[in-house]
């Protein structure tokens, strides 16, 4: 029995439930203390959106378990540099906390930069920098003012709010660069790819579409992102957002200050992936080729993903899935993709999500649904256990809880190594989807096995054996005492 705490009642909703009908989801606040939460950190947020600018110097300003926790974080590809794949840290220790770390962060910063010659660097502050007081804008003025390149500080202090705070200091380093660079080559039909992170080379397969459409990509934030590119990325003529949550702050600045619209996409599932060409061709009407191609291209790669989509489909039907993500856009495609394949989302949360997000998501998905927001482990066991699902989609953190439940997992976050996003990616994720639900262990996990049937199995498996009582080798069905079962090599002699 897994009790929730009274404080975070408030912050799970059930669709068609009492608490639906008559409250909003409270959300976008301080995690609960106590309640160990599954975000990560103000410092964590903003690294994540930064990480993938390969050609620059990151350097994490504070103790080595900082830089150590966010080591190579994303599974983002570069076609080029691999700078940004190193984890420098200043190692502030006791002395730096008693006497101050700028003297050490401006001699990390004046070597690194001789040795890389970065085009830009980004440094990091984290909890015990904000605590001391350092003053990391000045230590960044007089390295730039030294090196001649852009070093920002990025003001992450990771105890100062939650990871949403980190996407917008994150926003805020990277627009000191826009607006730096030449704009005159810029084509008339051109975009920026804000919230794309390049996992798995994604970026690349979404920026052949764009290409393919007859439009240029001027900047990718921050998936294989380049320093020069984003100093001109206020010569592109629109902003696709993809990851909300993390860039709508830039692109609304970039908006404010260089009249760029933006638009809300997603390059996950069928129906995302072809509105978000779709979004990009009604934007450039002037040119009404673009949409003839996009309404081409749609066609083929629909045409031929299709039939293999519909071969998983007629094994996954009825199969019930949790979702636990970072920002919520991300699951609002996942919950369409999982219908599409014949899913039903039984529960689904987000580490950032906003009001209007969970209000989406409300509508979006099936009654019954459980919708949380800034969810434990707990909270998390406990929902999976009540719905019974088959699958548990989300990252890094949710992987043990699944596994430890016995529950099929598919990771759709940082770490993967396979493409999920465009039509090449659906498929890939029908197929993860396919081998991680029907995968035959499930049926050896404590909570699914009918532990009679197995023992029975067991019984006629030449290569079980009884095990003699208090050999600790038994199988995890089996309760000691009473029949239990051995690989036969593991049966003393
Ligand atoms: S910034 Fe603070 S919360 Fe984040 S990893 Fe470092 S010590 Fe932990």
Known sequence: MIELLPDREKQIVRKGGDSDATTEIACGKASTAGAVSQRACVFCGSRVVLYPVADALHVVHGPIGCAAYTWDIRGSQSSGPQLYRHSFSTDLQEMDVIYGGEKKLEAALLELIEHHQPKAA????????????????????????????PVLGVHSEGFKGTKKDGYKAACEALYKLVGTGDTSSISPHSINILGEFNLAGEAWIIRDYYKRLGIEVVST??????????RRSHGAKLNLVQC??????????????????????????????????????????????????????????????????????????????????????KAFSLVRILRMLGMETAVVGSQTGDKDDYRQLQEICDPGTIIVDDANPLELAKFCLEKDVDLFIGGVKERPIAYKLGIGFCDHNHERKEPLAGYVGMVNFAKEVYASVASPVWQFAP???????????????????????????????????DGQFVRATLVPA
């Open 122 to 149: 980004f440094i990091y502050s984290t909890c015990i920098v904000g605590i001391i007081g350092d003053d990391v804008s000045a230590v960044c003025k007089r390295v730039a003012a030294k090196t001649g390149i």
């Open 221 to 230: 934030l921050t998936g294989d992102g380049r320093v020069d590119d984003i």
């Open 244 to 329: 909300s949550g993390s860039m709508t702050y830039l692109a609304k600045m970039m908006e404010r200050d260089h009249g760029i619209p933006f638009k809300r996409v997603s390059y996950f599932g069928i129906e995302d992936m072809s509105a978000a060409l779709y979004e990009a061709a009604k934007f450039f009407k002037d040119d009404p080729t673009i949409m003839a191609r996009a309404q081409e291209l749609v066609r083929e790669e629909v045409a031929t993903i299709y039939p293999e989509l519909q071969r998983f489909k007629q094994k996954l039907i009825g199969k019930k899935a949790a979702i636990y993500v970072g920002g919520s856009f």
């Open 447 to 481: 909570r699914r096995a009918n532990r009679a049937a197995v023992l029975a199995r067991l019984a006629n498996d030449p290569d079980f054996k009884p095990a003699p009582k208090g050999c600790g080798n038994c199988l995890p069905e089996c309760t000691p005492g």
